[in-house]
């Protein structure tokens, strides 16, 4: 069975930070890896989503990164602001075409 | 395209009710996904579909629950009989094999 892991839990950044989350992952034919961001009470954003050909997408501050090898991903956030506070869940599409979700990282940046 | 439509938003019913959520996912996506969210278990997914048809159903809890899929632009949740742990927010998702998935705003279930 997939499990997909993130680590910390909870994360608190002084604004203009740049901060990384971690997201690893145990199936090693991964399809693509989504990362989603969700605020307080609402649904899922996506972030950015990465195929297993490739090792990085970018969108505005946003990086997120691939490793296959070591079943990794990261999300590297360049110059925090209080708007990024939200919960950044990362989650594998696996060989069986299912999408398996991590617990996510509570994110608060503040002012 | 409108993105993934789910209603209600919200629902109150009493325990031992039938209750039936409804998704209409992005036109053209294969996939459709059914996700439970608390704050105990976090994002599980409960079934999803590959052009209509189920391909695994083993995250549903019990045999309370059930899905269908009559066509590509409609799906529902059912829940008979409802009870009091079945609340949470109830997501649906859709997407392409290759493409992002994109979710609906989710029905927040309470069973009172």
């Known amino acids: 069975k997939q499990e997909v892991t993130q680590i910390p839990a909870a994360l608190s950044v002084p604004e203009g930070e740049n901060l990384v989350l971690n997201c690893s992952f145990t199936d090693s034919a991964i399809y693509n890896l989504q990362w989603f961001r969700q605020d307080p009470g609402k649904g899922l954003t996506s972030l950015l989503l990465i195929q297993s050909s490739q090792r990085e997408q970018t969108s505005g501050r946003l990086n997120a990164s691939l490793d296959k090898s070591s079943g990794r991903s990261t999300l590297y956030i360049a110059a925090s602001q209080p708007g990024d506070s939200a919960t950044y869940l990362c989650a594998e599409r696996g060989s069986a075409r299912q999408l398996t979700f991590g617990s996510g990282t509570q994110l608060t940046v503040l002012p | 395209d409108a993105g993934v439509i789910q209603s209600p938003r919200h629902e109150v019913t009493e325990m031992g009710q039938e209750v039936t959520l409804r998704c209409k996912p992005i036109?053209?996506?294969?996939?459709l996904f059914w996700y439970r969210q608390t704050m105990m278990r976090g994002l599980e997914l409960l079934i999803y579909?590959?052009?209509?048809?189920?391909?695994?159903d083993s995250g549903m809890p019990e045999d309370r629950f059930s899905a269908k899929m009559p066509n590509a632009s409609f799906s529902t949740l059912k829940i008979q009989p409802s009870e009091p742990r079945d609340s949470a927010v109830y997501f649906c998702a859709s997407s392409l094999i290759a493409t992002e998935a994109f979710f609906g705003q989710g029905t927040r279930l309470t069973v009172v």
């Open positions: 579909f590959n052009n209509n048809v189920p391909i695994d």
């Open positions: 036109s053209g996506h294969d996939y």
